[in-house]
């Protein structure tokens, strides 16, 4: 079977930088890239929602940690303190799955060689340009079509019923400053950039917004320094910048502040400035706190990140809808998840096959979990999950195992270690796993082959939809800056009530990904989200062609995103047949289903 596909050289850089977001993070895209932002409503509701507010809503009835500073919640995290867990609040977690209603028809090599990873330089400006001319909004008409604006116009005209700007619109009209100013002698001189010769173009901003756009547009100058090996040039920069950014400001002086913060250390990584002390000091807190591992378990700070944005269960809804669409009539299914966590989408899924109990009775559901390293606790933690899942099986009179695939290294993972037998409709689950091995480009290549040699009905997948691999440290910047700006404005339009979280989930997690997206290279740099054309031209390789996500797919992600407080700004758009879901227009993650031909 192996002969059937040729695996010929895959590059994640060169795609990546082909499908730059500079083509869709501002919406002038072309040809076969082009996005469609859509709504899903059906013309009429489908019902009530059995009172689903509150248990999507619910709060899991975790005891409150309340660490008061950063370094107090990391050794809480990395002391494995078990917080008390109410399981009961957890698996109710519930919504109606949209059913079909007839009215609305619906070995290559390496991905990324850290080895020899070569940088390419490129300026902000080149990159800025190639974004289009100037920078563009969309204009809702009657909430249907979506007509691009220029956001000189959106600062100028009708002061009096624009809504205040969101803090990647202060990064565009920011990149537009900096594209025009680029060649004169403030952007080079290592003052802030306050009195510019485009300022009055501008004159409908306040103050308040006057400031973010010459701190952000500073930003841009210092990176573009940095990018050039000007380092004392940039030093100057950060110094005023440092000093009018803050961590506990509004959003564009947040994200500017961990910006800063990655840009010092890159240049004091570059320029040999870091003290070994120091340098070993920051490792080892670094050391002690893992992202990828602390999000395999659940704590009070995850659980408000996953309660108060939607992202994570608008995909996760999305995903878990397209696998019911796949299985509707399957009696065996067995469902393999590449990164099982605490398994909350199988409780739904039991849900919603115990409702279609009459109509296809199922004989058996079978859930398999991989699980890699030699870390016993990633094990407990999937163990507590398998135990946890049986429970809400058996209280529901469902015929179920677990199973967990445990290799000490995803080279070593192969299709005979999964228990399938031949009656079995086999799906493939990944919400989010596959990011993570980007890096280890041969473990990604092992997971594929192998899922291919399983050959389930489908595959739903869900990612990040950012450019955060490109060899270009300028491009990685700015387009991280886009990124994450967008996620700091959802932080405060979302979790306005929960400081304290909110904090940490920016100082810990945010900040985390900033600092290795800017400031490390090759092996070090372990971020490297890629957008959905490279993914799509990956599994190519495989014999995967993309499936067309339903009409109730879509309708689903629009159920949950409204269930959120701030879910109107939660957008929706299309890339060929995959979900884009962003927030107020830029895309934050995507959902897919794929099947092997």
């Not at 899924?349 to 991989?370: D, F, G, H, V, Y």
């Not at 480009?441 to 595959?459: A, F, G, K, W, Y």
């Amino acid at each position: 079977m192996d002969d059937l596909y040729h695996f010929d050289e895959f590059n994640f850089h060169a795609l990546e930088d082909k499908f730059s977001s500079s083509n869709d993070i501002f919406w002038e895209t072309k040809g076969h890239n082009e996005m469609k932002n859509v709504q899903f409503s059906l013309p009429q509701d489908l019902g009530d929602y059995n009172g689903t507010d509150e248990s999507l809503n619910s709060n899991f009835g975790f005891i409150p940690n309340d660490p008061s500073q950063e370094q107090e919640f990391l050794l809480s995290t990395t002391s494995q303190q078990k917080y008390h867990q109410d399981y009961e609040a957890f698996d109710n977690l519930h919504f109606d799955m949209v059913h079909f209603d007839e009215q609305f028809p619906t070995k290559a090599v390496p991905i990324c060689e850290t080895k020899n990873e070569k940088q390419y330089h490129q300026t902000p400006v080149e990159i800025l340009k190639n974004y289009g001319k100037g920078f563009k909004r969309l204009l809702h008409d009657e909430g249907k079509i979506l007509h691009p604006i220029d956001d000189f116009d959106l600062v100028t005209k009708n002061e009096h019923v624009r809504k205040k700007l969101s803090t990647e619109d202060i990064m565009k009209i920011a990149g537009t400053r900096f594209i025009q100013s680029s060649s004169s002698e403030s952007s080079s001189s290592g003052k802030l950039i306050l009195n510019h010769p485009f300022g009055f173009s501008f004159s409908g901003l306040s103050d308040e917004e006057k400031e973010d756009v010459a701190l952000a547009e500073s930003l841009l100058a210092c990176a573009e320094k940095v990018g050039y090996q000007q380092y004392e040039r940039a030093r100057s920069f950060l110094s005023q910048i440092e000093s009018l950014s803050s961590k506990t400001g509004n959003p564009v002086k947040r994200v500017v502040y961990y910006f800063a913060e990655a840009l010092r250390r890159r240049i004091n990584k570059e320029t040999g400035r870091v003290s070994v002390s120091s340098n070993n000091s920051t490792k080892k807190i670094e050391s002690l706190f893992d992202p990828e591992e602390t999000t395999k378990d659940l704590n009070p700070t995850l659980i408000a990140f996953f309660e108060d944005l939607p992202f994570c269960k608008v995909s996760m809804f999305t995903c878990v809808q397209a696998l019911i669409e796949n299985v509707t009539d399957a009696k065996k299914i067995h469902v393999i998840d590449l990164e099982i966590r605490k398994g909350l989408p199988w409780t739904i899924l039991m849900q919603e096959l115990q409702s279609r109990n009459e109509l296809c009775p199922l004989e058996i559901l079978k859930i398999t979990a991989i699980v890699s390293g030699n870390t016993n606790n990633s094990k407990i933690i999937v163990d507590d999950t398998g135990k946890r899942l049986s429970e809400f099986a058996q209280s529901l009179n469902i015929n179920f195992s677990f199973n967990i695939v445990m290799v000490s290294d995803l080279l070593h993972l192969s299709e005979d270690l999964f228990e399938i037998d031949s009656d079995e409709t086999v799906a493939v689950y990944s919400h989010f796993a596959l990011r993570s091995k980007i890096q280890n480009s041969d473990q990604l290549e092992t997971i594929m082959r192998v899922v291919r040699t399983i050959n389930p009905v489908v595959m739903v997948v869900a990612e990040i939809e950012a450019n955060h691999n490109s060899k270009s440290f300028v491009n990685r910047f700015i387009e991280a800056l886009f990124y994450f700006s967008a996620f700091f404005d959802c932080f405060e339009d979302c979790m306005k009530k929960d400081e304290k979280n909110r904090m940490i989930m920016e100082s810990m997690y945010f900040s985390h990904g900033i600092r290795n997206t800017v400031a490390e290279e090759g092996a070090e740099r372990k971020s490297r989200n890629v957008k959905i054309d490279v993914w799509r031209n990956f599994f190519t390789r495989f014999g995967m062609v993309e499936k067309e996500l339903s009409m109730m797919c879509l309708y689903q992600a629009e159920l949950v995103a409204k269930r959120y407080a701030c879910g109107n700004s939660c957008t929706f758009d299309m890339n060929g047949h995959c979900l884009l879901v962003g927030w107020k227009g830029t895309p934050i993650a995507s959902a897919s289903v794929w099947k092997f031909v």
